[in-house]
């Protein structure tokens, strides 16, 4: 339901043909082996009087340069410098820029992985900058035909992006502040048999 709300404010407002800020557009070719991402942020003024923003995504063949699929959603709370460095990505399918710290659960604006594993590239984009908890992500998982449809589980249930993505035992892992001293661990586990995520644990872990 809140896709389609996106999509229809996403229409409104091209209609209505509201100011809109320059667009901030990047183009990630460091995250897939078959694919490259390109970018584009649109700031506006929502009738409630905060700014929020447009974020579109293509994905772009690398072999015959045609685009193959293109996401758009609205925004929500998200900070200035969000998506204005072409540099804020990752990919854990080719290992780009997946050395180092993780802070706040800050994993980048654009985020490769294979999160339902199929062995197929999946995406999460930046959608809040969030509070304590850090950045949360709408998630968009690839089909066989090469198209990207959104998660509403993953999106609307999980947010986070995993601190451990298990395959093995199909398991997704978030950590997550929950007060000064303590993180919640959440493992969320698809079935093999439904194909169905759902929450299986969750614990408080001290920070370190």
Sequence with gaps: MRGL???????????????????????HTKLST????????????????????????RIIDK????????????????????FSDCKSDRSYTTNWKTKGQIVDNEFGDLVVADLNFDSLEDLAIKCESGGNGGAEYAYYIQDKKGHFYRDSFLTYEMGYFPHIINK??????????????????????????????????????DAR
């Design 34 to 57: 078959q694919y490259n991402f390109e970018t584009k942020i649109k700031w506006f003024r929502h009738p409630d009087s905060r700014d929020t923003a447009l974020i579109s995504v």
């Design 168 to 205: 093995k035992k199909r398991n997704l892992v978030t950590y997550v502040h929950a007060n000064a001293r303590q993180f919640g661990v959440h493992t969320y586990h698809l079935s093999a048999k439904t194909n169905k995520w759902k929450q299986v644990s969750h614990r408080f872990e």
């Design 63 to 82: 072999a015959n340069k045609k685009e193959r699929h293109k996401i758009q959603l609205q925004a929500g709370y998200l900070l200035s410098a969000d």
């Design 5 to 27: 709300i996106s999509l229809l404010i996403i229409a409104l407002l091209q209609v209505l043909n509201l100011p809109l800020a320059q667009a901030q557009t990047c183009l």
